[in-house]
């Protein structure tokens, strides 16, 4: 893939203005998030500021496939279901990764190959972060299962990003045709809530009511909707 | 769960004698699959043969929360797609697998507490099977980040499974209405195959066609229907 494009590329100096001009930290205990979460927001919303701003047509980001793989295995860990498991796309919306099919490695000798300076942030040797701690101590293992672990962990993102979407799909067309938001909630139709398949269901109710808990949201999807409900 | 049933339970002696009955070597030559696939495939059809023999309703196995985390992860890393990270199911057809909830470690402890006697197989000592270096250098990292890895991935692992059900559900109705089978070979009805989502598409080319490369897949799942195929 060749992009022929208008490059505007951040410096250092802009990333330390920008860590000044948000109060990531307030953001964070605000909407009772992460801070890395709250980080990733803001760093988002900007992006997306200057991109409009500047009348530009995609952000570039630089996550590569080693990213990729850090992200698939920490999803997995920590339970984020399939959208998290099918790692880092290569576009959504008005982004783009251009080296998300590269390794780190790959792109550190390329760097010094031909002398091209860089920012290297510390904070990435720190064992303290899920990611560089996956990184470092977990991806050298599994890289002796699998030398070509980048390679086919993107493989395998591309086709899970693509059934996710599917699900997602025709969750939307249950949505569109089965529920209604009215003040207060939303008015499900019992018949066509209950023609989807269970898993459709389920992410449907975890997508409207995200601070439901898993086991309500189950029951809901299982059975709660196929008893008569006041009003209906 | 509880399951109330008379139990058949092999003994080492069994297992040798089984190991002896079948050349396991010989049939994954035949049959050009690696030597653990072999085991699997000889042992799984013994015991439906066993099972059906006595009368039994279902054959009940050890596979534990850690087995789970186990084949998850070895398939992530081995790019198997969603059928394989979403685990071991809890029940396939005759098989169940009552302990699929206990960590190995929760199985060792109540054995030793009882005093039951147990084969330990020391395979499960040898690094040079992913499955054991997996369980014994990466799963106490993985801890490191969530303790409770085994509880999360098998939460998981049920959805998963539920999701990649439905996803063959929806592929079999796809060769339901799409695809027969001719001698040498399937007839496929174009305006029927397009009419699905392209990861259903590439499920059911992949199944029916698995010796087919995947970008050969990937081809006639996107385009190489959309033209005109002589005879049609």
Request: net charge positive; with cysteine.
């Amino acid at each position: 893939m060749k992009y022929e494009t208008r490059l505007f590329v951040g410096n250092d100096n802009q990333t330390k203005s920008l860590a000044e001009r948000f109060d990531v930290k307030r953001y964070a205990r605000r909407k009772r998030i992460s801070l890395e979460e709250a980080g990733r927001v803001i760093r988002y919303r900007f992006l997306e500021e200057m991109r409009n701003k500047k009348g530009l047509d995609f952000i570039a980001l630089g996550h590569n496939a080693t990213d990729n793989c850090e992200t698939m295995l920490l999803s997995l860990i920590k339970g984020k279901g399939l959208s998290g498991i099918a790692g880092i796309p290569e576009k959504r919306e008005r982004i783009i990764r251009p080296l998300i099919d590269l390794k780190s490695e790959e792109i550190d000798d390329f760097l010094k190959k031909n002398n091209i300076p860089y920012v290297f942030d510390t904070t990435n040797l720190s064992l303290s972060h899920p990611r560089n701690y996956l990184r470092h101590l977990v991806l050298p293992f599994l890289r002796e299962i699998n030398p070509n672990l980048e390679e086919t962990m993107r493989h395998t993102a591309r086709i899970l990003q693509e059934e996710d979407a599917y699900l997602k799909e025709v969750g939307a067309k249950l949505k569109e045709n089965g529920v209604r938001k009215i003040s207060g909630g939303y008015l499900i139709d019992k018949k066509i809530f209950l023609s989807y398949n269970f898993s459709v269901r389920r992410r449907v109710l975890k997508e409207l009511f995200d601070d439901m808990s898993y086991s309500d949201i189950e029951r809901v999807a299982d059975h709660a909707l196929d008893v008569d409900i006041k009003g209906q």
